[in-house]
Nanobody
Framework: QVQLVESGGGLVQTGGSLRLSCAAS????????MGWFRQAPGKERESVAA????????SYADSVKGRFTISRDNAKNTVYLQMNSLKPEDTAVYYC?????????????????WGQGTEVTVSS
């Protein structure tokens, strides 16, 4: 089993940057594909970015391509989401998730473990 704890959320102005971190417990972290998802008030959870177990493959939602970058450090059991050029529509609770397939899926249903989320608010 994997336990995930997100951090790094906060309040930022439009055009600003934030870096989210997701710390994972468990010796098998390096075998999991990891993803970031977000959920805004009144909306469904949506995919943001994902990374394969080696870090060699990444996937992004169209809405964040060119602005967000996902990365991982398997030695530190941590996955990151660098968010640049933030917009008010990026405001949401951001969740980290792990999938046993080791793949960079952007599908919510493919993920087995979830963190509690970290809130990101982008002011206009």
């Amino acid at each position: 089993q994997v336990q995930l704890v997100e951090s790094g959320g906060g309040l930022v102005q439009t055009g600003g940057s934030l870096r989210l971190s997701c710390a994972a417990s468990g010796r098998t972290f390096s075998s999991y594909g990891m993803g970031w998802f977000r959920q805004a008030p009144g909306k469904e959870r949506e995919s943001v970015a994902a990374i394969s177990w080696t870090g060699g493959r990444t996937s992004y939602a169209d809405s964040v391509k060119g602005r967000f970058t996902i990365s991982r450090d398997n030695a530190k059991n941590t996955v990151y989401l660098q968010m640049n050029s933030l917009k008010p529509e990026d405001t949401a609770v951001y969740y980290c998730a792990a999938n046993k397939f080791g793949s960079a899926y952007l599908t919510v249903d493919r993920y087995d473990y979830w963190g509690q989320g970290t809130e990101v608010t982008v002011s206009s």
